[in-house]
């Protein structure tokens, strides 16, 4: 039983790992019990188990293992950390688990296994459980298969991979144990429900018997696809829907298990074959053999190679050109059939790879259809259907283009179904209006073809077309079919079953009703820009119902009116005659129609009216448009002679056009009319009106097409002049979408070759309107013409360079629009623009003849010399030819070779060969990107630069014209990343990182990328993971943060949690999505944007390469045209980028013109981008009070990772960013973390011109910023260096005007990083940081800022070294020797190394610095440094000898300039004398030789008085302040101080604007100097200061600064001086006694002593403590006042220090001394001991509190220090200090206390909270004997009815109370404040029975709490903070055993030796202290009356006073010293009196 009690008292988790399985079993018990209880899911409770669930498992003992595992289950379904213990759980389940006898085990085991799978963590799970298949025990085995399939049969095939379960299956089967076999055929089984047929390839290897017994299984199985059952954590909401589902009778979607059944290709479960090594050696020479059976035996031995289902990528180039050739030439129709096969094999095997030998093998079997053979054409057809699935339609579209008008009819009828066969594959996406289009046309073709076979393929295809986009999409291009064609093709379409199981129309025509429909409010809105009676019209159309199926489209349409009309009227046929009379007499009144033809002009007029007036209130749907406009061409018609009817008719024309449903045959009967009259003087204004109007119903492309035409069919020059103009016109009005430039650029042409000047004008100011849109390429069309004329073209698109297209007003209201708007989309989405489409319409060579097997042969050939011939030749065929066809024979493949070339030369000219072909094909390269373009991306992983350079130039010049999707299709891009070559995969994924963010959609191909991506994070090439990070965002972009963030699920742990913050980094900055184009205003808003981004264009392309997103601010940013600009700074190149626009999208987020729009997200108004503007007008800074100490606090307690790297880690970045974020304005946080450096350029100089503005807020957020500094330090970009320099500097200055002194922790975080700058290789930088380390000085001690370039000097660049020995020397001259920091001997021999450095500057920098040292303190120096090589040692002092001959005229040299420069004069006198301005170098030249000839030689030249000069230098004095009054002698003699001079003639405080902090600085610095006297004059001139009430207030803002000076100082001696023999003593005690004095001086004045801080007053009291209980101060002589003075300050310090800060301190001490062990444990105790004293005044200072700190640091400290962890301290004190905090603060603010835990996280989970509400609650319910010691209120009207056993009782608690060590204090308080209360109440029987000095001991307490009651001086004893020693001793333990005689005789010793007894020292002196300090006597009598050391101090004082006042009467030399003890002071006094003398007479000249 003894054991067991001893376990049973641990906690849980020490009981979990207990070696006995009792205790084990008992703490997992109740582990169970606590994970079932705790609620929060994040609770940091948890955190304990972590590593222990592992243990949980591996249980050794059965029985504790299946609590263990139950407590293990729980935590994974409770805990939110579960999952990182995923991976060690599973393998201990699988190892330890599986493998137990008892089935409850294994069940929870599984349990387990399901459970983080549910957490999301299926992958781990699996891998594991794979790894245990390997097991060799069978067991393990069967229960690992068992796991696996109860996983997937809960969670299904979506989540559990099948490929790696499939992979392992067979051979399950092949296991010699039953059991397993049959676990393995239950897999199979439930593996076959989720993916059917796709199971049988792989198993098709098993034994037959089991797939026999398999098949029998699968037959029973049900036809209906299984379910998920179970759900993952993020699938909370299927599984709403699944229980939905099951309530209403499962009824299920159909959709959804048609998805889940085709979820799993069985193509993905198998593994690759390598057939190319197995492959007959002698094949190639076979397949060229003469006889046929030998090339059979060839293609049969391919032939079973390709029938694997899987094939491994490889190069099949050779054996794919060999089965070609079989293909196309054998005469042997069998083979042509075998090759056939092979090849469809192959496309099968490889599928996406063998997409780059596509293009070489289609058009070899096109041709090759025309063989008859129904065997042939079959497998032609298998092998060009299996080709198809590899590639694309948009790459065989050419080649499937160039059969269509073959005259073989087999050939075009096998291409149409061939088409037929791939549209059922495609899907509206995949099949855009820019392939169909083209095909489509073919096909119409070909329906009117003379041989039947070919027209029902073609109608079969039209129809699959018709049936995969809908009816409306095709219609447009059936325009000229017939209705019997056409309803052949719906014939057709309603037979067609598509891949994807559709049937009938539905599939496509409702989908893009619907989606027409969807888009339809937005269009209506877009014509409100036209002139009026367009929109009324478009309207009113709009909104009445559709009229039957012709109709159709127009009630799905909406907006677009007239697409409708268009679908009905491209086949309306032309009307006769006197159908049109017919039509006309209906709807327009007989006269007029008896009019139309009158001869007389007037009847001719009326008539038009009356046509007018009824035009004008006809509707719609009765309007006979053709009719009309036929009537109107009756005769006169078009040939009419009066202008008056002629414009009348015109105007009739455009109102027709406007209000009816026109159609292009109407438009046909009117255009030659217009067209004629257009260049007519009145008339031509109305047809250019008319024009406009027919524009906008049939389309401005259709239009001008055919006005330009007709107007060339004329020979009139005005007309075609003016036809030009007006199309110019129109272009600007409508925008370019879908103009068929082809269409009428020969009649610009011609238009240009005129004779009439106006028309030539006219044609050039067209080609000018026409630039704006297409940009450079329209150029290529007029190469050939005259220099003149070009030159003229030339000038005329230099005026339009540079300017943006205007935003279109008109609308097209036709289909043609949308569609050609569409197609744009599609060419937009692919990257290439609207540039493809010119390049589409340039004539074109066909150069494959050209490129012979010869010339193939020659770029092949073995010799370099040869191989370059070829390449030249190759390189004129192309040149030549200007612009090629897509076909060019062989050359791809003979190019591909020379790029791998041994010969770089050649390499790089086939580079160029390419970038040439690139512009030479134009959009035709898209086939040879898979064959050219991935070896181009090969060649990036070059070592030579000029290589990767040009390499990258090509590949840009194919991506320009192929687009990116070619390039991010397949597996190619991921298989070039696989490479590790460093080079190769920098220049690649810097590409994508520029590509991608411009793309709005992307091929699934590009997650192929994220494993090699993600590999490149972590490659060991910082360059390789550099761009890495960068291309993270752009892939974010489009793959999305989920899908990423679960593809690093297969990444090792460690390298997970690396990549998974990169990709949190890169969410934050990932960049918007490109916005489609407006689908509006007739497409002109799309067009512009994507005219430029294909554009050639020198200026355009540069203005895009500056700002690469600017296109999308332009295709969609036009929402903002209308509004004006935004009031930012950056608003107007964004403004004028809008200007542009009309469209009515969104701005679009992105480094958009200037980069305003970087806040609002891509897809809101606009609007918001302005309000985002208008916000940056608020504050950039969010001032957060305590905000800064927070932060300090947390670093220290390492909550977060401390600011110290070599190079700055992603979590170091995230952290800043986290903390910025409370402090930042949001957009200026995302500019300063933006990618790109010009936005932090731009945040920079917000933050410049906000830097006084927003001082304090800067200020408070100094630390964040300078950490943010810190990282565009190790950037390379010299523009943001630079700036960030300049902003320091700027910040540098404010801070130094403010008086702000920066702290440890900013330092810290900033001046390391700053010294690595200080050896930039730009002088540029350097000098800047250097000024920057200048102004640093200012705000930030020198002596502290030392080590710091110590540290720089051990850099291994050599320039820092350099710069930070200059900068070292530049502080010992400005500061002295002690800014050399720990101390000067160590500092320099450190420095001594660098004069043997290998670098000159180094070693002259190093020597400079020694001999700054050598200046200050002469030949001292050579002690300094140390030994030095012999070498070393003569350069030094050659470099000394050289600088001492220099000296006359170093002073004039330095004085002002160094001044100027650093802001310290070389000698520091001058900071005190006067400005340096005013210092004469001749003057000063003498002072330096006096200083050098002093009479002084003990007091450090620094202080030294230059009085001669003074006395001759009759200006400079006259600026001297009088300050020979201050009384300084109480000071200086008593304390043995070498007399300082200097003070006597310091400059007046108030005088001194601009050097006061920088003096105060310097004197501080001073106070923690190595050298004893140094320090003591510091102290000195300090304690003036603060003694001068009026003055002290300059120490304001110091206060910190000093006290750490001080405590550097308590321990320098406590560390060095102390230990060391040679320092007297006596001196130390000085030291001592200077301190105490100054530091009690400071904590009188309340204003002061509140200033300092929470950290430093911790170090303060550590070192007070420290120093109380060090015993080698009292053995010191003297040394026992020096600790009862301690003791007196540290009272001091607790009263008048802030109060939450001294509370903050002592509690964080008292943590600090009880978590270190090395300590002592008195340390702790007094510590304690303070904490009583403050929770004492707690009810005095309770209002001034900041009660949510303190409670944060007790909150902090329980975290520490749990009550657990506490209770098991050697003592309960610290425990019952806490809690009578906590009581106290409860008992003071009652429930109020709860509201004060605002700064605590998680506060729930606080221990602390807990404590305080029990508290709370009970502090109502105190018992009466707790009521009558502490709480008056419960007390009142007590005191009669008390009983005397209740008194009797509560005095005997009292008296046990003071009778222990621990509550003295606290039962002293309770006695007197019984006493108060009950003045007659009888102690005397309570102390009869005690010793004498414990009576007095109560007696002398109760004195002391009254005096300090009563405001009197308090008392300083033992009682109060006890001291080390015999003076401790009464609050010891012995207290009672003690005898007073013992205390008496230590007293005697004591004061015997202090000299108190028989001797002449006395306290006397305490009746002449100066009034400055009247408190000291007061508060340092004491009973008994022992003397401190400041009580000697004062009396030293007042003697001195005495002898100085008689010197001043007598004018007498030192006759002898005040005390016998004081004979040292002798030298120094003796000089006293001349001194004074010179001052004297010095101050009487001035009068």
């Known amino acids: 039983m003894g054991d067991d009690s001893e376990w049973m008292k641990l906690p849980i988790d020490q009981k979990c790992e207990h070696k006995v399985w009792k205790a084990r079993l008992n703490g997992y018990e109740e582990a169970l019990k606590l994970f079932q209880k705790l609620e929060d899911e994040k609770s ?17 003992n059965a029985v504790a293992q299946l609590k263990g595992l139950e407590a293990a289950l729980a935590f994974i379904e409770n805990a939110h950390v579960a999952g990182k213990t995923t991976g060690e759980v599973v393998s201990g389940v699988v190892t330890k688990v599986f493998n137990q006898p008892k089935a409850r085990a294994k069940e929870l085991g599984m349990d387990i296994c399901l459970m983080y799978i549910e957490i999301e963590k299926a992958e781990v799970v699996q891998d594991e459980l794979l790894k245990g298949l390997d097991n060799k025990n069978p067991k393990i085995v069967v229960a690992c298969i068992e796991t696996l399939r109860k996983a997937l049969s809960e969670f299904g095939s979506k989540i559990v991979t099948l490929k790696p379960v499939v992979k392992i299956l067979p051979k399950q089967f092949e296991s010699r144990e039953k059991a397993v076999r049959d676990e393995a055929k239950l897999l199979a089984v439930e593996i076959y429900k989720w993916i059917r047929d796709a199971l049988r390839p792989p198993l098709q290897n098993i034994n037959s018997v089991q797939l026999k017994e398999l098949e029998e299984e699968w037959v029973k199985l049900p036809s209906s696809p299984p379910k998920q059952t179970r759900f993952l954590r993020s699938q909370q909401d299927l599984k709403a829907k699944f229980e939905q589902q099951q309530a209403q009778g499962d009824q299920s979607d159909g959709d959804e298990e048609e998805e889940t059944a085709a979820a799993v290709d069985p193509y993905d479960l198998l593994e690759p074959v390598e057939i190319l090594s197995k492959m007959p050696k002698d094949f190639d020479e076979k397949i060229e053999a003469k006889k046929w059976q030998e090339r059979k035996e060839a293609l049969e031995a391919i032939e079973a190679l390709t029938k694997n289902l899987k094939l491994e990528n490889g190069d099949y180039g050779d054996l794919v050109r060999s089965l070609k050739k079989v293909v196309g030439k054998d005469a042997n129709v069998m083979l042509v059939s075998l090759a056939a096969k092979c090849l469809a094999g192959l496309a099968s095997g490889l599928r996406k790879k063998f997409g780059t030998y596509a293009g070489q093998v289609v058009p070899t079997i096109l041709e090759k259809f025309k063989e008859k053979k129904p065997q042939v054409v079959q497998a032609l057809q298998e092998a060009i259907d299996a080709i198809f699935l590899t590639t694309t339609l948009q790459n065989l579209s050419e080649d499937i283009l160039g059969v269509m008008d073959n005259k073989n009819p087999s050939i075009k009828q096998q291409a149409s179904l061939f088409l037929a066969r791939s549209f059922r594959h495609c899907t509206q996406a995949t099949l855009p209006k820019s392939i169909l289009k083209p095909l489509c046309a073919a096909l119409v073709k070909q329906v009117n073809d003379s041989a039947p076979e070919v027209r029902d393929a073609a109608f079969e295809a039209l129809g699959t077309a018709m049936k995969v986009v809908g009816e409306k999409a095709v219609n447009p291009f059936f325009a000229d079919l017939d209705k019997l064609k056409l309803d052949k093709i719906k014939e057709c379409s309603d037979k067609v079953e598509l891949s994807g199981g559709k049937k009938g129309a539905a599939g496509g025509g409702a989908a893009v009703d619907k989606k027409s429909a969807a888009r339809a409010p937005p269009a209506a809105e877009a014509p409100s820009k036209s002139s009026a009676p367009p929109k009324k019209t478009q309207t009113a159309a709009a909104s009445k119902p559709s009229a039957g199926p012709p109709k159709k489209g127009k009630a799905a349409a909406g907006g677009k009116t007239k697409k409708t009309s268009d679908s009905k009227e491209l086949s309306e046929t032309e009307l006769s005659a006197e159908v049109c009379e017919e039509l006309a007499a209906g709807v327009l009144p007989a006269s007029c129609l ?133 199309l110019a016109n129109a272009m600007k009005e409508f925008g370019f979408a879908g103009i068929n430039v082809k269409g009428f650029i020969n009649n610009v042409k011609t238009a240009l070759g005129a004779t009439n000047p106006a028309v030539r004008t006219a044609a050039i100011t067209l080609l000018g309107v026409m630039y704006l849109y297409m940009g450079q390429p329209l150029r290529m069309f007029f190469e050939d013409e005259k220099p003149a004329l070009l030159a003229q073209i030339d000038a ?4 339009m360079q540079g300017q943006s297209p205007p935003a279109p007003i008109r609308s097209t209201k036709k289909a043609a629009a949308e569609e050609q708007g569409e197609e744009a989309t599609e060419q937009d989405e692919d990257g290439g623009g609207a540039g493809q489409d010119i390049m589409d319409l340039l004539p074109r060579t066909d150069i494959s003849d050209k490129i012979t097997s010869d010339l193939v042969s020659k770029i092949g050939d073995k010799n370099w010399k040869i191989r370059k011939e070829g390449l030249d030749e190759a390189a004129a065929i192309i040149s030549e030819a200007k612009f090629v066809t897509a076909s060019i024979g062989d050359l791809p493949l003979a190019l591909k070779e020379r790029l791998c070339d041994s010969n770089k030369i050649l390499v790089q000219q086939t580079l160029s060969i390419l970038q040439q072909l690139a512009t030479a094909m134009g959009p035709g390269l898209k086939q040879h990107v898979k064959a050219l373009g991935f070896p181009v991306i090969t060649v990036l992983g070059d070592s030579k630069s000029n290589l990767r350079t040009a390499a990258m130039a090509t590949l840009q010049a194919w991506v320009e014209q192929t687009g990116m999707r070619d390039w991010l299709e397949g597996e190619d891009l991921s298989e070039e990343l696989k490479r590790e070559n460093p080079f190769l995969r920098q220049e690649v994924l810097g590409w994508l990182a520029e590509k991608l963010p411009s793309l709005r959609t992307v091929p699934g191909d590009l997650m192929l990328c994220l494993p090699q991506l993600f590999a490149c994070l972590e490659d060991r090439n910082a360059d390789v993971r550099k761009k890495a990070q960068d291309a993270l965002p752009s892939f974010m972009m489009h793959l999305g943060y989920d899908k990423m963030n679960k593809a690093t699920g297969k990444l090792k742990p460690a390298s997970k949690d690396q990549v998974v913050a990169m990709l949190e980094k890169a969410r934050a900055v990932m960049p918007a999505k490109p916005a489609a184009p407006a689908k509006t205003g007739g497409k002109g808003s799309a067009e512009p944007s994507r005219a430029p981004s294909a554009s050639r264009s020198a200026a355009v392309s540069d203005h895009l390469d500056s700002k690469p997103e600017a296109k999308k601010v332009r295709g969609g940013g036009g929402a903002a045209a209308k509004k004006p600009p935004s009031p930012s700074d950056e608003a107007p190149p964004l403004s004028k980028e809008k200007e542009c626009n009309g469209s009515k999208k969104p701005p679009v987020k992105g480094k958009a013109a200037a980069g305003s729009q970087q806040g609002p997200a891509g897809k809101k108004p606009a609007a918001k981008g302005l309000k985002d503007d208008e916000d940056k007008s608020g504050p950039i800074f969010i001032l957060i009070p305590s905000a800064k100490e927070q932060r300090i606090k947390e670093e220290k307690q390492l909550k977060i990772l401390k600011w110290n790297f070599i190079t700055p880690r992603d979590e170091y970045v995230e952290q800043l960013k986290a903390q910025m974020a409370t402090c930042f304005a949001k957009w200026l946080l995302d500019e300063l973390f933006h990618f790109d450096f010009q936005r932090h350029v731009k945040a920079i100089g917000v933050m410049i011109e906000r830097l006084n503005s927003e001082s304090d807020a800067t200020i408070g957020c100094l630390d964040l910023i300078l950490k943010w500094v810190t990282l565009r330090f190790f950037e390379t970009n010299t523009t943001i260096l630079m700036k960030v320099l300049e902003y320091l500097k700027l910040l540098f200055t404010m801070l130094n005007t403010e008086g702000y002194h920066l702290t440890e922790y900013e330092a810290n975080s900033f001046v390391p990083y700053l010294i690595l700058k200080v050896g930039e290789s730009k002088d540029v930088v350097r000098k800047d940081v250097r000024a920057i380390l200048a102004m640093l000085c200012k705000v930030y001690p020198a002596s502290k800022l030392f080590p710091f370039l110590m540290d720089g000097t051990k850099s291994k660049n050599s320039k820092q070294r350099a710069e930070c020995l200059e900068e070292l020397g530049c502080l010992i001259e400005g500061y002295g020797m002690n800014v050399c920091q720990p101390t000067p001997a160590k500092c320099l021999k450190e420095i001594a190394v660098h004069i043997g450095d290998r670098d000159t500057s180094v070693r002259n920098a190093a020597l400079n610095t020694v001999v700054a040292v050598y200046n200050v303190c002469g030949e001292q120096v050579y002690k300094l440094i140390g030994n030095l090589s012999e070498k070393d040692m003569s350069m030094l002092e050659e470099r000394i000898k050289r600088s001492a001959k220099k000296t006359p005229a170093a002073p004039a040299k330095q004085s002002a300039p160094e001044k100027t420069q650093r802001e310290h004069p070389t000698n520091p006198n001058a900071t005190f004398l006067r400005k340096p301005v005013q210092e004469d170098p001749a003057k000063l030249n003498q002072s330096r030789q006096n200083a050098q000839h002093s009479d002084h030689p003990s007091i450090p030249k620094e202080f030294q008085l230059d009085l001669d000069m003074i006395e001759q230098d009759q200006n400079s004095v006259c600026e001297l302040p009088d300050l020979v009054q201050h009384k300084l002698d109480e000071l200086l003699e008593p304390l043995m101080i070498p007399e300082p001079k200097i003070r006597s003639v310091s400059p007046h405080f108030d005088d001194l604007h601009s050097s006061t902090a920088s003096t105060i600085n310097f004197v501080i610095s001073q106070v923690a100097s190595g050298d004893i006297g140094t320090s003591i004059q510091a102290l000195a001139q300090i304690d003036e200061v603060l003694r001068q009430e009026d003055k002290a207030d300059v120490m304001s803002g110091h206060i910190d600064q000093l006290l750490i000076a001080t405590i550097m100082q308590l321990r320098l001696i406590n560390s060095t001086h102390l230990a060391d023999d040679r320092v007297d003593k006596k001196d130390l005690i000085k030291l001592y006694s200077c301190i105490m004095g100054n530091m009690l001086s400071l904590f009188s004045m309340e204003t002061l002593a509140k200033e300092a801080s929470m950290g430093v007053l911790k170090d303060l009291m550590h070192s007070l403590i420290t120093l109380m209980l060090d015993s080698r101060v009292e053995d010191v002589e003297d040394g026992t006042q020096v600790i009862r003075s301690v003791n007196l300050l540290v009272i001091r310090v607790l009263e008048h220090s802030d109060q939450t800060n001294m509370f903050s301190a002592l509690l964080v001490l ?86 004060h835990l605002s700064m605590i996280e998680n506060r729930n989970e606080s221990e602390l909270e807990a404590y305080l509400r029990r508290a709370v609650k009970h502090s109502g319910n105190l018992s009466g004997m707790k009521n009558d010691r502490g709480n008056e209120k419960a007390t009142h009207g007590m005191d009669d009815r008390m009983s005397k056993a209740k008194v009797s009782d509560i005095l005997s608690e009292i008296f046990k109370k003071i009778g222990s060590k621990e509550n003295t204090k606290e039962g002293l ?3 007197y404040e019984y006493k108060q209360k009950y003045s007659d109440a009888d102690l005397e029987p309570f102390l009869k029975n005690t010793s004498q000095f414990f009576q007095s001991y109560v007696e002398r307490g109760l004195r002391v709490i009254e005096s300090e009651r009563e405001g009197k001086p308090r008392i300083p004893s033992t009682t109060v903070i006890p001291q080390h020693g015999i003076d401790s001793s009464i609050s010891s333990s012995n207290n009672e055993e003690l005898k007073p005689a013992v205390y008496y005789e230590r007293l005697k010793i004591l004061r015997q030796r202090q000299g108190l007894e028989n001797t002449s020292r006395g306290l006397g002196g305490s009746e002449d202290e100066p009034p400055q300090r009247p408190a000291i006597s007061s508060l340092l009598s004491s009973k008994p009356p022992v003397a401190s050391s400041t009580d000697m101090l004062h009396s030293k004082l007042s003697q001195l006073k005495e002898s100085r006042e008689l010197y001043q009467q007598e004018h007498n030399t030192y006759s002898s010293s005040p005390s016998r003890s004081h004979t040292r002071s002798a030298s120094p006094a003796a000089n006293l009196d001349d001194l004074k003398k010179r001052l004297e007479r010095i101050k009487s000249k001035r009068q």
């Open 594 to 726: 008896q009019q139309l033809d009158s001869a007389n002009w007037k009847e001719r007029l009326a008539s038009m009216e009356e046509f007018q007036r009824a035009v004008e209130t006809m509707d719609k749907a009765v309007m006979p448009c053709q009719a009309l406009v036929r009537m109107l061409a009756k005769k006169p018609g078009w040939k009419e002679t009066n202008f008056q009817v002629m414009q009348m008719k015109l105007h009739i024309v455009a109102l027709v056009a406007q209000r009816g449903q026109f159609s292009k045959m109407s438009a046909s009967v009117v255009l030659d009319g217009l067209v004629d009259k257009i260049g007519d003087v009145k008339c031509g204004g109305n047809a250019k009106t008319a024009l406009m109007a027919i524009g906008e119903v049939c389309s401005l492309p259709w239009t001008a097409e055919q006005v330009v035409s007709l107007a060339f069919a004329q020979k009139n020059p005005k007309n075609q002049a003016e036809s030009l103009n007006w």
């Open 1869 to 1871: 308080t309770e006695l």
């Open 1710 to 1795: 008292l943590q600090d001394t009880l978590v270190s062990t090395a300590g002592s444990p008195k340390v702790s105790e007094l510590v304690m001991k303070c904490l009583w004293r403050m929770i004492r005044f707690l009810p005095e200072n309770i209002n001034s509190l900041n009660l949510d700190r303190i409670l944060l640091d007790v909150h902090n400290f329980m975290k520490v220090f749990p009550k657990e962890k506490l209770k098991q301290l050697k003592t309960d004190v610290p425990h019952r200090t806490l809690k009578t905090l906590c009581h106290t603060l409860c008992k003071l603010t009652g429930a109020k206390i709860l509201d």
């Open 796 to 799: 005329e698109f230099e005026k």
């Open 44 to 60: 940091p409770e948890w955190g304990k188990y972590l590593g222990l669930i592992k243990k949980f498992v591996t249980e050794s």
